[in-house]
């Protein structure tokens, strides 16, 4: 049986290669860079002992049972709640847009019924359908909380108008009528005790899992291979011959600091006169551990250039039909699987991406068994 190679050691291409492993696969795993777990990375900082996400903040939250079993095999989850703060027009504001946000910034004392019909009549029921982030505001909650919280840390976020962005970003957070400032809707949500690297380096510790790093796999080396799970970007595994796909990367200004910075692991800056969209000071992202330093890092968004490390998929409509075309080239290639973020080019969370990842294991298993061959992608990157 031909070896499997996987190129890269985030989430996806781990659980993979784990999977796979335990089917009795042997599977060589190459990661460019010189750690695991991608943007999820973590690790200790060396002047001040803090557990640091070194990507910018990730927490994990799923409703999915078998990720949720799946990932607790690997660390012990630490109970935690996302809870955003917002810094908006001189006040600070409970995240995401919720009872307390409304009386706080009207100055009333609505109950739940009062705000929810306050809020129906602040929104433009004129648009029906709305078709971009702006117009998914306006419809929902009406132009004055659209630009308190909404406007300005999306054109930092973003560099466009939410009149050109897809309405699908916003949808991303909920709008609640009771005092629930739980960042997330999710049934589970933890932050693992040693953090998210030591979570894909014990993923990988098997057997039948050789981990090459850094090493970079081309296309070349797929022929040594039965199959060859790519996670790397699409566009760059045919050497961006349509062009780049468009991605915003993050720039962190890191300050350490004695004690308690701002007293909240995230807060928003929703004003466009700020120049960071977001400040997460890390110890708090571990607050069973005690900790006296502290790292802070002010989250500066921008276009990804071609030396700078991918973030969030932008998308748009030029994007789409450069996808488009990629998606073309990725079906006619064979023994080629695209997998995660960068290999289907969308804007996934942790539990998607792991989800996803048992999801293809399960498939090139049922693929050997009826002797057909693997699909290029097992979710298509067009929806
Ligand atoms: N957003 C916003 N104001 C906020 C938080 C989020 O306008 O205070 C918008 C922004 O466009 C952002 C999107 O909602 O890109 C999704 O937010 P989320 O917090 O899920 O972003 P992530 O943590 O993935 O960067």
Not at 118 to 125: E, G, I, S, Y
Not at 209 to 232: I, Q
């Amino acid at each position: 049986m031909k070896k499997i190679a996987i190129a890269g050691a985030g989430f996806s291409g781990a659980v993979i290669a784990r999977e796979l492993a335990e089917r009795g696969h042997r599977v060589d795993v190459f990661e460019t860079r010189p750690h695991v777990a991608g943007n999820c990375h973590t690790e200790r900082d060396r002047q001040t002992g803090v557990l640091v996400h070194v990507y910018g903040p990730h927490i994990f939250h799923t409703s999915d049972e078998r990720v949720w079993a799946y990932i607790r095999r690997f660390d012990e989850f630490m109970p935690f709640v996302n809870r955003v703060k917002a810094h908006a027009r001189g006040g600070v504001y409970s995240l995401p847009v919720n009872l307390m946000t409304i009386n706080q910034l009207f100055g009333r004392q609505f109950s739940p019924q009062e705000a929810r019909d306050f809020v129906t009549k602040l929104a433009d029921q004129s648009i029906t359908e709305p078709r971009s982030f702006e117009e998914q505001a306006l419809r929902f909650v009406g132009r004055e909380i659209y630009e308190t919280f909404f406007r300005g840390y999306t054109r930092k976020q973003w560099g466009m108008e939410p009149a050109e962005l897809p309405a699908s970003i916003l949808k991303r957070l909920p709008v609640r009528f009771n005092y629930d400032d739980n960042y997330y809707a999710s049934k589970y949500q933890g932050i693992p005790r040693h953090g998210y690297s030591y979570i894909v380096e014990r993923i990988l510790d098997h057997p039948g899992v050789t981990l090459h790093m850094p090493a970079r796999f081309n296309r070349e080396m797929a022929r040594d291979y039965g199959h060859v799970f790519y996670s790397g970007p699409i566009d760059a595994w045919f050497g961006h011959a349509e062009g780049r796909l468009g991605y915003r990367t993050l720039d962190f200004e890191v300050l350490r600091e004695k004690g308690d910075y701002q007293g909240n692991p995230v807060i928003n800056y929703c004003d466009e006169s700020v120049p960071w969209t977001r400040i997460a000071e890390h110890k708090h992202f571990a607050p069973w551990e005690e900790q006296e330093q502290s790292v802070i890092y002010r989250e500066h968004s921008r276009f990804c250039g071609p030396e700078d490390t991918p973030y969030y998929p932008i998308r748009l409509v030029n994007d789409k039909a450069l996808l488009e075309r990629y998606v073309a080239k990725a079906k006619a290639e064979p023994n080629v699987t695209f997998i995660g973020r960068l290999g289907t080019y969308r804007y996934l969370d942790m539990h998607i991406t792991i989800g996803e990842a048992l999801a293809s294991a399960d498939r090139f298993a049922l693929a050997r068994e009826k002797d057909e061959p693997m699909p290029a992608f097992c979710i298509d990157p067009l929806t």
